[in-house]
């Protein structure tokens, strides 16, 4: 997040709303109330509101066409100084809507005086704060998708041959496909997505129009915007299009899942990157030594991205409990809801390309990931399953192979010769202790193993090719 602005240079001017006020603003309410340090970052939406809503005013009659005409180029005035960074903030410029509103009536006089027709800051406020949450949505989605195409690539890229062991409890359980723990991470992320598309459909409603909270005597038309402006459609309720921040909530609670996944794929770097397991490889260009340990070679990128994930949940509850005590309407407290969205927006971007480009260049140790997954204990639910096959119960099956893992242990006997002594399981057992067979038994449909693989291979391409279809949509 950038600095705060700086109390600007400008001339010192007045509020827009100084003639209720025989003396100016103090310093602390300055200090306090002004929110151009972070909301800056809507210029762009506010212009393109502010363009929708002149041509409104102009298409009802409100405004002349010459009028809107110049306050047209005088919003074009505005968004090259913007860009230019030439354009001089005052010190009463309360947020980036008032500073724009300001200059483009220096610029433009009784045509710009006339801009704010019909308008209140409140619906102002909230319809370039959804303009923005449609642009940011969007992006965070097509982060994320560039992040899924990675996983799918390195997922095909190992195919049916690398495998590991699947842990649970952090015990290995039963042996799996890397491509198979790879894409389990893709599906989480594929919601995400999924979450993303529905959150920005339902924050697909214009708010412009409905003035302070009541709507306008004037012959405004909030159609015409909506519109104007790609909604899907304008508020049904002039209180609720001023009062609701939903759609912070709701694109809030989506990062915080997703900075939440990112957070489970991080700690499974930081382990898998460890010496004890050894499983991950991490390239120079993606981690981090230690001061004062000549030999290290630190996981940061991964503990950051878990370790950003307490931030982005701080985000969400911390702006859930800013809402819980807002009587309607608008209430100033509705402009603590950009920092922890800016934030969250902005934390989740920088750990997907983060951990994008530390997955891009590790390597996996197929050796270490082997050797673990080989060890024959994690085969004794395919032994069940082979007396299951025999007609044994299953839980009767489960104690016999529980009872001669047991033993192996206490007795320190390879699992191999006690099998070979057990004549319940009989002669072919022995085969599903050789190296890979574990994993080349999972072979239901989405189960782990080789024969399971191409079919979800296929659906995860189906899925970006899907999602393509929504973002270049
Ligand atoms: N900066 C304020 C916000 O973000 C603008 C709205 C102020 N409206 C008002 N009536 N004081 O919410």
Redesign the pocket.
Known sequence: MPDAPDVPDGPTGQPLWHGRFADGPSDELLAFTV?LGF?RRLARDDLEGSRAHVRMLGAVGLLDDADVAAVLVALDTVESELAENCFVFVPTD??V?TAIERRVIEIAGDAGARLHTGRS??DQ?ATDLRLWVRRAGRDAASRTHSFQETLLRLAEECGGDAYLPGYTHLQRAQPVLLAHHLLAHFWALARDVERWRDALARADVSPLGAGALAGSSLPIDPDHTAQALGFARRFENSIDAVSDRDFVAEALFVLALEQVHLSRLGEEIVLWASDEFAFLGLADSHSTGSSMLPHKKNPDIAELARGKAGRVIGDLTGFLATLKGLPLA?N?D??ED?EPLFDAVETCALSLSALQGLLETATFNFEAMRAAADEPATAATDLAEHLVRGGTPFREAHAIVGNLVRQSAERGVPLEELVMTEPRLGPDALALLEPGEAVRQRTTPGGGGPDALGAQLSAARACLVEQLTWLEG
């Open positions: 929110s909301d309360e947020d809507h800051r409140n406020v608008y100033r509705l402009q950009k």
